[in-house]
């Protein structure tokens, strides 16, 4: 068990999410930054897919009330243990009792804490995640609050992980070459035009042009732009078809919305573009107010980076476990 | 196209296309299949038939029928996504019209009242009486097309061209579950209460999902449904 001591309003237990069911109008949801997620399951030996904590209100702190394995990724929350600092995109171990902190994250917003076995909790519709919209999954279909005891399933490795922890290199820093950097504070993203791309005639050039604003109107369903509106040449509301995370529609007031993890599953607004799956992990780590500019991509160069992403996400898979092979042997 | 009767609709919903399919992408992995025509039972039939088909192919992850729409996703981002819009399109040209026998579900509605926020607007853009809007709304018999936007939200086929209303320009921030709206050419009951931009007439009790049933959604595509004046309150 975990005891959640201290929690703000959106933190909540998040997997990869729930796919295949949005022909009945159920959202995927799961983590923003899924590739956090997935390389904080792999360092404390967990499945990809273990339900984890997404913490996106600081500051944040549980207790451990047993031995257990855990790892802090995604955004540097500066976690503490019993006071201690420690490395984020690291695996630790925590003794029974002791807490864990985390602060407001300098950059980016979404930190996850991977617990070794998993959070165990009911699975919903194949997932943990919690859907906030519907009320359901993750903790009883609602955030963390003070209080909350969650269980934690059973640690198979623990006895492998190396005392001073075990660390990666974080993505940012080890895929450098395929997620560039932002200039002058501008984080680029990569998408295709959607359907209705050339509906918006200049304004879709303006579209690609402009530096657009996260606005305080923003969450997991998705992220409001602020900046020059763009609308198209005629005021039109397409028939209802599905979306995805990533869709860049348009509403009549000319603000566009990026459908975020908790995407709604339908809609009818004109669609500009679609953000590349691979950079929707950097949107979910953008906060309310950072800037952002839309860079024309391809399938091509999307599978590249995917590819390149499997790779990465291969490499600390198979480290992690040959240097916990080692010291077992060694020991 | 919205009836000429609605002269004061500001916007158009428009047609997929006039003459053939269309196939647009949405991001990396997912391609949208809108059919042309009019919004219509039969091109929802060859909707139908193409989830049918495209449920076949193995590199498919979800498909996601809409309103005279598909969308497909598939596993991984195709290498050469011409040929899958071609595949698409080929696979909407067999696409032979199926109809799904479903069941029928009778929703009890209390018409007017509090939720009713927005039949005012709709007597205003219509010309009709708030009693003419409401017969008129719960004589007709209507088909479910898709699911989606909400859990177990299905989106209605049949809504009499007198009473279309388009979407809201700025969205009811907090509308209750249980309205039923009137969003377009369609019409459906929120599944929860949040913003929406449909426009309200009435509201409904009846539970329509259920996250840890085997068949979390009682509605689904083909069901027959018939709202049933429980309360007027004009």
Redesign the interface.
């Known amino acids: 068990m975990i005891e959640i001591l201290e929690s703000g309003p959106f933190n909540t237990v998040q997997d990869l999410g729930r796919p295949g069911y949005r022909d009945i109008g159920v959202s995927a949801s799961g983590a923003m930054d899924p590739l956090a997620a997935r390389i904080g399951n792999i360092l404390v030996g967990n499945d990809e897919n273990a339900a984890a904590i997404e913490v996106q209100t600081f500051p944040f702190r549980l207790s451990f009330e047993r031995r257990m394995a855990f790892a802090v990724t995604g955004a540097d929350s500066n976690p503490h243990l019993d006071g201690s600092e420690l490395l984020s995109w690291c695996a630790h171990v925590a003794e029974a009792g002791q807490v864990l902190e985390l602060r407001q994250p300098l950059r980016l917003s979404r930190s996850y804490v991977s617990l070794g076995g998993g959070l165990d909790i009911p699975v919903v519709m194949g997932s943990r995640s919690t859907s906030l919209r519907g009320g359901f999954g993750g903790n009883a279909g609602r955030p963390l609050a003070k209080g909350d005891r969650l269980a934690v399933g059973e640690d198979l490795e623990i006895a492998m992980l190396p005392a001073p922890g075990l660390a990666i290199i974080e993505p940012a820093t080890a895929l450098r070459d395929v997620f560039p950097a932002p200039v002058d504070g501008v984080l680029p993203i990569r998408a295709l035009p959607a359907g209705e791309h050339d509906l918006f005639a200049r304004d879709g050039e303006e579209f690609w042009s402009q530096t657009w604003r996260i606005s305080s109107r923003s969450d997991r369903t998705g992220y409001c732009l602020s900046g020059e509106p763009i609308t198209p040449t005629t005021s039109i509301e397409m028939r209802s078809h599905g979306v995805v995370p990533g869709v860049i529609q348009v509403p009549p007031g000319g603000e566009p919305i990026v459908q975020m993890s908790d995407a709604n599953t339908a809609g009818g607004y004109p669609k500009v573009a679609g953000v590349i799956e691979c950079d929707l992990w950097r949107l979910g780590q953008a906060r309310i107010g950072a800037r952002l500019k839309f860079f024309r991509s391809t399938h091509a160069e999307a599978r590249a980076v995917e590819q390149a992403v499997g790779r990465y996400v291969e490499d600390v898979r198979q480290t992690s476990r040959m240097v916990k092979l080692a010291l077992k042997a060694m020991a | 196209m919205i009836a000429t009767t609605n002269r004061h609709a ?5 047609p ?1 296309t006039q003459n053939r399919a ?1 196939v ?7 391609f ?1 299949l ?1 059919a042309p025509g009019d ?1 219509e039972l039969a091109a929802q039939r060859r909707i139908w038939a193409l989830s049918r088909i495209v449920k076949g192919w193995e590199d498919l ?11 497909v ?1 598939f596993k ?6 011409d040929a899958a819009v071609v595949r698409l399109l080929q696979a909407w040209e067999n696409a032979q019209s199926i109809d799904l026998v479903g069941k029928c579900i009778e929703i009890p509605v209390h018409y007017g009242g509090e939720h009713a926020s927005d039949l005012p607007a709709l007597c205003d853009l219509s010309g009709l009486s708030d009693r003419e809007v409401v017969r008129i709304h719960h004589e007709a018999t209507y088909r479910v097309f ?8 299905g ?1 209605l086929h049949g809504l009499d061209p007198r009473i279309y209303m ?2 809201k ?1 700025m969205p009811s921030l907090k509308m209750a579950k249980g309205c039923v709206t009137i ?2 050419m ?1 019409t459906g009951v929120a ?2 209460t ?1 913003p929406n931009g449909w426009n309200s007439i009435g509201f409904a009790t009846l539970e329509m ?1 259920d ?2 049933s085997p068949n ?2 009682m509605m689904a595509p083909g069901d027959t449904v018939r709202f049933l004046p429980a309360r007027i309150e004009l």
């Open positions: 500001q916007r158009e919903i428009v997929a269309r647009s992408a949405i991001g990396t992995r997912s949208l809108e919004f992850a979800e498909d996601i029928p809409g309103m005279t729409n598909l969308l996703i991984e981002t195709p290498q050469d996504p898709a699911l989606g936007s909400a859990p177990g939200f989106y388009p979407r320009t969003g377009g369609q599944m929860l949040g999902f996250p840890i979390p959604a």
